[in-house]
């Protein structure tokens, strides 16, 4: 087993020392590789693309395999209070992949696991790493087999074991469902350091629980996504059972992967400018068809007056295109938008801090609890358990904590989530 290790020491823990630290940890969870000196509370694994937190761990650690994340899982759950955050290219927006003194697992480092399998009925899936990001996957999908995943999110920076832990969606949603709606086998890691493969038929109930769990139940080691072939072109085709003005026609051409790759550009944009590494308070819900109209007059036209300050999605999702056993919560109408306020906070005072946004972000949820809008979040960043109660309702919260008893009773895992407090070992 190979592993690297980061240590981190706080500047209020005058009693640790650098070098007792990262030994003794080392020891204990049998680690070999570097070992480097810390440099403060900016390093990658004590930050997320939101840019608003920062919690240091006590190790960022790079495993390799799915029986290395287990032997981390274990050795935390003898431990009296560690915890373990699974981190998969650093995108969360509100501390959910961080550990405050835990330990954090980079995922990018598992081994590169990828092959095409057919199963017997015809179809083709792919096998792939969880650590493994999607535009990678794409990218060895369609230029060694013409194919690729049915369902995709707007950015592919992502791991696959991240987007499976929330939802993954984008305008592809629509048609075929979200991420979760498109995988078939999953590889675990749960709260007790056990591996499990898992699906609908084996071993159903983790398999639908991990899918957005928010990383509660178990950690996404492999996934098996279902390919289909790589649309050619076909854009006259497609205009041609259409009717339009012809003078109104304004298209651009793309390959296919330049298209689910569009968003790259906005990235090396922002970098560019000097904006991609400010804070993000990104705020993303699904709002049902009946209350859109509302949203729109009061959210969009009046609070959001002055700009959103960043690109705004929104598109509808369908329902019954989701799988209701697994743990994503939605709105209870069949066809419901998602509003994406994507938000950046250029250098203040040049724009709105990024405190006066997250104001502005929780007068929106407020609003539309007082309105009793059928809406949920996204990506969701309670920090009290009665708020998760809330956003997951009676039923599916029961679920829920049965799941969690089942799979991860000492609260382990995904501490950023702030559900469930990690239960001390006698």
Known sequence: MIAYLECFVHENDTESRPDDDVSSLSKAL???????????PTDEAS???????????????????????????????????????A??????????????????????????????????????YADVSGGALWEHVLK???SEYGMAPRSWTDYLSLTVGGTLSNAGVSGQAFRYGPQTSNVTELQVVTGKGEIFNCSETENSELFFGALGGLGQFGIITRARVLLQPAPDMGVNRLLGGLGFVERLKFQVDLSYLE??????????HAKANGIWDAPHPWLNLFVSKSDIADFDRTVIKKILKDGIGGPMLVYPLLRSKWDARTSVVLPESEIFYIVALLRFTPPYPKGPSFKNLVAQNKE??????????DFKLYLPHYRSQDDWKRHF??????????????????????PGQKIFPRVSQP
């Open 47 to 85: 930050r997320d693309f939101g840019g608003m937190y920062s919690l240091a761990p006590l190790a960022f650690i790079r495993p390799s395999d799915a029986d290395d994340v287990a032997r981390k899982v274990k050795e935390a759950a003898r431990s009296s209070n560690l915890t373990v955050a």
């Open 140 to 142: 060895q999908c369609v």
């Open 259 to 268: 298209f689910l790759l569009r968003v790259k550009r906005a990235e090396e």
């Open 30 to 40: 049998d680690l070999q590789g570097s070992i480097h000196d810390c440099e403060g």
């Open 87 to 124: 981190r998969g290219n650093g995108h969360s927006i509100n501390g959910q992949a961080m550990a405050d003194r835990g330990l954090v697992l980079d995922m990018r480092s598992l081994d590169d696991h990828f092959r095409v399998v057919e199963a017997n009925n015809g179809s083709f």
């Open 364 to 373: 929106i949820i407020q609003y539309c609890n007082k309105k009793g809008f």
């Open 393 to 414: 309702g009676n039923d599916r919260w029961s679920r829920f904590v049965e799941r969690k008893t089942c799979f991860d009773p000492m609260a382990i895992l995904a």
